[in-house]
């Protein structure tokens, strides 16, 4: 069941950015039911080689953490997708600046989210790629 206390909480909040109460509820519930997104920066460094390895482990062994990217070195708001299997992790890309200016004023907030691997894609010839559900703990 959702909790609505901290949907609520969290829709007023993201209100306080400037989004309408409509626009801020609707992604207050959008985050609440799960949302769907897609992991970039993922041909950086040994990212592939360290996705090319995930893809031996099933769904549920692989923890996905959404974490504050509070180095300074990109722009403000980065939000990185960080991989842990059997304790062991990695930052396997970023989430979208679109997606991760509205979802990092969330996290600002106090809320947590929780983050769970849907699917790997590409291989065979092709570069692989992450997608990730993102929801509200």
Known sequence: MYNRSEIARTANKLATTGLTKSQAFKRAWELAK??????????????????????????SEISIS???????????????????????SYCVGYLASSVAEWLSKVMDFGTALKGALQQIVGGNGFYYGLRINAQIA
Do not use: S
Request: aromatic share 6%.
């Open 34 to 59: 799960g949302k769907a997104l897609v992991v970039k920066g993922v041909t950086q460094g040994k990212r592939q080689t360290a996705i090319d390895h995930m893809k031996q482990y099933d769904p």
């Open 66 to 88: 959404l974490e504050r990217n509070t180095t300074g070195y990109f722009e403000e708001g980065t939000i990185e997708v960080v991989a842990t299997i059997h304790g062991h």
